[in-house]
């Protein structure tokens, strides 16, 4: 009786303290969504304003730098080059040196040449700079994907993703009202407005370097506002992962068991596959939206606006899709889903009449938007330390050559088509589908997984 008493208090004192473990969590994780993650998810707004800014510009840039359609979309995309080459390099330099010193150099770089964008007087210059302007930028998205997996355990990451990743379409919702408010100013001492939008959206960047240097913690111990028990249960719900995989699942940890993972290939070539999705929407939307509205092919300004819808809904259908990633525990069909609804929608865009080829092209927006939070969960599910930096960093550079094509193919197959989007959209719709079927199979369990 007296053993069973001592069974039964023991019992009851390991409940107790998992209780008291679990409330520490939740209260981490909530202060992490109210501290951390509209930091960062500022940081990325600010990044990807300047990334694709340039859509913003395309008629105004192209008749002063002389450029045809073709050639802006290869400047453009040119971006991507740089971007893809230092991406590994620069997130292993973050996992050595820490996010505090390794973002706000980034920042500081790439407010740097965003700002000298204003000052470019040919097209030799626009691709140099946009080439620079990768290279300086590279390692920040995985740079943080990695980070944000060292303080958010397993089952709440596809919604925190979502949450940081809702930049993207916040960045575009904000975009075009911003540049629109920007170029609609008249030029002042002979400098155009699209010079003034380059170095207007440069200078939170520079800000924000000095920022990220004096508060940006590296890990949940550091943080002032976590508690030493907060920050504790964080670390533990992370080992906690690390022990409730399969023996057949076991992380991924060294960069040459990296390479040779199936995954990892499967992985990059479908975000591929989204990255030039997203990013074909990102830099030739205004021209989608123009294409749909009458009023708006004749303003780029009305464009700029109009092209806000999108990325607004997008906005919501991420939030959605990844609480309900994390709700049903499920990243796979959550990438599926909104693929192929982007595909079909459009497909029906084509032939859909005025305003309802907006309504398509807002829902395919979104739905492509809405795949990346539980897409990039995937990954974190099977790499772990130096090879999570490394492999987060190469399905992010092979993904965005995606940047490189979409903006060069799409201009390319607009030139040939005669001003015509069929070609395009019809090529966006195949790799969604595409990557669709890649997500099937690289979350497809092996023999040994079970």
Known sequence: MGSERQASTWAGESAAGSEVANRQLQRALAAIRRHLLPFLFVLYVVAYLDRVNVSFVEPMVSRDLGMTTASYGFAAGIFFLGYVIFEIPSNLMLERVGARIWISRILFTWGLIAALMAFMVSEVQFNGLRLLLGVAEAGFYPGIIFYLSRWVPEAQRARTLSGFLLALPVAGLLGGP?????????????????????????????ALSLAVFVWL??????????????????????????????????????????????????????????????????????????????????????????????????????????????????????????????????????????????????????????????????????????????????????????????????????????????????????????????????????????
């Open 178 to 206: 911003i540049s629109a408010a920007i170029l609609s100013l008249p030029s002042w001492n002979g400098i155009a407005p699209w010079r003034w939008l380059f170095l207007i959206e440069a200078l939170p960047a520079l």
């Open 217 to 450: 913690p590296n890990r949940p111990h550091q943080a002032s506002w976590l508690t030493p028990a907060e920050a504790g249960a964080i670390d533990e719900a992370l080992q906690q992962d690390l022990q409730r995989r399969r023996p057949g699942d076991r992380p991924i940890q060294t960069l040459g068991a990296l390479w040779g993972d199936r995954r990892l290939w499967l992985l990059s070539v479908l975000y591929l596959g989204i990255a030039t999705s997203f990013y074909g929407f990102s830099f030739w939307i205004p021209r989608f939206v123009a294409a749909a509205v009458p009023a708006a092919q004749s303003s780029p300004i009305v464009a700029n606006l109009l092209s806000a819808i999108p990325y607004a809904v997008a906005v919501l259908g991420m939030l959605v899709v990844g609480r309900s990633a994390d709700r049903h525990r499920d990243k796979r069909w959550h990438v599926v889903v909104p693929l192929l609804i982007a595909a079909l929608t459009l497909l029906v865009s084509i032939v859909a009449p005025g305003p309802w080829r907006l309504v398509m092209i807002t829902i395919a927006t979104a739905s492509v938007f809405s795949s990346l939070g539980p897409a990039w969960a995937i990954p974190l599910q099977f790499l772990e330390g130096r090879a999570a930096a490394a492999g987060i960093a190469f399905i992010n550079s092979f993904g965005n050559i995606g940047g490189f094509l979409a903006p060069f193919a799409i201009g390319r197959l607009i030139t040939q088509s005669h001003g015509s989007d069929t070609s395009s959209l019809l090529m966006l719709a195949a790799l969604m589908v595409t990557s669709a079927v890649l997500t099937l199979v690289a979350t497809q369990p092996s023999a040994d997984q079970g």
